[in-house]
């Protein structure tokens, strides 16, 4: 069964922080894993998605990697600003319609 | 952009009323999903659609129905709310194309519901 870990679960840094979220999976057969944020009481948002054939991906100062053998993936935040504060969560989809999420890590970057 | 969403964003009702929450995305997703969750917890999956006439329930039980009579529009409905179903309720969308961004879910902004 798949299982998915987060760690840190909670994290607080002061600004200008580059700073590393660890997602571990148990099972290596996935489709592809995918990073969100979410922001209280809202929905989640998209950050990066890194399909199961691909190492890597990045946007701004994102950049997610993929270890399917080791069952890891890390989100890597450059540059952390308080507006980054929120919570991460990564997904892998373990089916055709399976998704399977993490707990999450909660950030908050000090001004 | 994801174009997906939710109505109504905040719901605040009293015990025995009947409620639809909606759900639309313009993107042409086949499998569209409804997930619960409570502040500061995990997300649940109760429902989700493969396409048009087809809904599954999903890991955990729940009293409301789908229903799934347009590719784009995905609505939850619970007959008659109790003080048990206040929650945030997330609706979320994915397809296959492009290639490239097969199987990337797209979540609406959510419906928070309490009930009296």
């Known amino acids: 069964k798949q299982e998915v870990t987060q760690i840190p679960a909670a994290l607080s840094v002061p600004e200008g922080e580059n700073l590393v979220l660890n997602c571990s999976f148990t099972?290596?057969?996935?489709?592809?894993l995918q990073w969100f944020r979410q922001d209280p009481g809202k929905g989640l948002t998209s950050l990066l998605l890194?399909?199961?054939?691909?190492r890597e991906q990045t946007s701004g100062r994102l950049n997610a990697s993929l270890d399917k053998s080791s069952g890891r993936s890390t989100l890597y935040i450059a540059a952390s600003q308080p507006g980054d504060s929120a919570t991460y969560l990564c997904a892998v989809r373990a089916g055709t319609y399976k998704y399977i999420f993490g707990t999450g890590t909660r950030l908050k970057v000090l001004a | 952009e994801a174009d997906i969403y939710q109505t109504p964003r905040y719901l605040v009702i009293g015990t025995g009323k009947k409620i639809t929450l909606e759900c639309s995305q313009t993107?042409?997703?086949?499998?569209m999903y409804w997930y619960q969750q409570d502040p500061g917890m995990e997300l649940h999956l109760i429902h989700y659609?493969?396409?048009?006439?087809?809904?599954e329930k999903g890991d955990l039980s729940s009293e409301s129905t789908v229903s799934r009579i347009r590719t784009e529009h995905f609505p939850l409905t619970l007959e008659s709310a109790r003080p048990s179903h206040t929650s945030q309720y997330l609706c979320?969308?994915?397809?296959?194309?492009?290639?490239?961004?097969?199987?990337?879910?797209?979540f609406g902004e959510g419906s928070r519901l309490t009930v009296l």
């Open positions: 890194i399909q199961s054939s691909q």
């Open positions: 979320a969308s994915t397809g296959e194309n492009p290639v490239r961004n097969a199987g990337e879910l797209f």
């Open positions: 993107m042409g997703h086949d499998k």
């Open positions: 099972d290596s057969a996935i489709y592809n």
């Open positions: 659609s493969y396409g048009v006439n087809s809904t």
